[in-house]
């Protein structure tokens, strides 16, 4: 497969989506009806070769998408004249617990679990723009009844744990939840576990988080610029990017380099601020991802065009650079960055020039 076409091939597919052919759709509605959901969460996680890709197929956007999903006894994509196989992961095994509508494989061996979907800054005022998160939990899932399920899968199927979720309370208050939940699985498993969390205001409590277990530490900034911050992210925004880099530099003490990583949103603010912060982070030993926004159906920013993939490719290769120069590598963290599904760092890290 040529690198270039490939990454126009990814770029593609995660900034606009794939449209369903009737017989695609069929099958899909006869094997994994719950794909349809609409919602960051619930896309569908799919490989293409030996790349993960999160694409959206239940988006009002992603019906205009020059990508189709075909199905002739397999899944493909056609792009440019050449089909392209697509492999979606395993279903995984059923506990009888509240874990089997949690966890899905968004990657061979990881498995993503969003506890929580009551966000301390969901209200009208404070909302991310991008977010297209719904209030599905009064509070996070007890973790006592969230291990009872997780000790059961992962006696059937052991990976790492991506734990992700909506601010419960206060960033403060869910890095409290996510130490709990990590000592309680550590009771019963060595797995690694990658925890995705918003800076507290103590720090220590980063110190805590790893004492507890998790492995992997992610904290996202997601936009960069002061004022952009303030337009985009009204709640997040109140703790400052100065107050993220004191965070990530504290969790890759704790953690160790490479341990860390952090989401940049590409196609809503300038592509020079995401660079800058990239090079950045990496001189910090934090691993920056560029995850291109999508127009999803239930954020605010709904109507805003999707990011360009030609755009997303440009700035990814300097940030596959970046990963090699500052020695970087995906495969030291486990969880999402390994993964890849939602950008393109990796494939530009890996697949050589």
């Keep these: 497969m040529v690198r270039e076409k490939f990454l126009r091939l990814k770029a593609g597919l995660l900034c606009h989506g794939a449209a369903l052919t009737d017989a ?50 397999a899944f493909f994509v056609e792009f440019e004249g050449e089909r392209y196989d697509v492999r979606f992961f395993r279903e995984l095994p059923k506990t009888g617990t509240i874990v089997d ?25 404070l909302k991310c723009k991008f977010c297209s998160l719904l209030p599905e939990t009064v509070k996070p899932i007890d973790p006592d009844e969230l291990c ?4 059961l899968l992962l006696s059937e199927y052991y990976g790492t744990l991506n734990f ?20 309680k699985i550590r009771e019963f498993s060595d797995c690694p576990i990658a925890v995705e969390f918003a800076p507290p205001k103590d720090l220590s409590l980063i110190d805590k988080l790893k004492k507890s277990g998790a492995t992997v530490a ?37 953690f ?8 940049m949103i590409g196609g809503i603010q300038p592509w020079d601020d995401v660079k800058k912060e990239c090079e950045t982070l990496c ?46 590598s995906p495969k030291c963290q486990p969880g999402c960055t390994e993964c890849g599904g939602c950008s393109i760092e990796n494939d530009c890290f890996f697949i050589s020039l």
């Design 148 to 151: 009872r399920g997780l000790k």
């Design 256 to 263: 160790g380099y490479g341990k860390v990583s952090s989401v």
């Design 164 to 183: 992700s979720g909506a601010t419960y309370k206060s960033p403060d208050r869910m890095v409290e939840y996510w130490c709990e939940l990590c000592e």
């Design 101 to 125: 509508q949690l966890a899905t494989l968004h990657a061979d061996g990881c498995i993503n679990i969003w506890p929580s979907t009551n966000c301390c800054y969901d209200t009208p005022e």
């Design 24 to 73: 695609a759709r069929d099958e899909m509605m006869r094997i994994r009806p719950k794909l349809f959901k609409k919602g960051f969460i619930d896309a569908v996680n799919m490989a293409i070769g030996d790349s993960n890709i999160c694409v959206s197929i239940a988006e009002g956007f992603a019906e205009g998408s020059e990508f189709l999903l075909d199905f002739d006894g």
């Design 218 to 254: 992610i904290m996202n900034i997601e936009i960069v610029q002061k004022e952009l911050r303030r337009e985009i992210c009204p709640g997040k925004s109140g703790i400052p990017l100065e107050h993220y880099h004191k965070a990530m530099q504290r969790a890759v003490e704790v």
């Design 283 to 328: 001189k910090m030993g934090v691993f920056p991802t560029i995850m291109p926004f999508r127009p999803l159906d239930d954020c605010t920013y709904s109507f805003n065009k999707a990011c360009d993939p030609n755009e997303l490719i440009e700035a990814s290769e300097i940030l596959g650079e970046l990963l090699r120069k500052y020695n970087l």
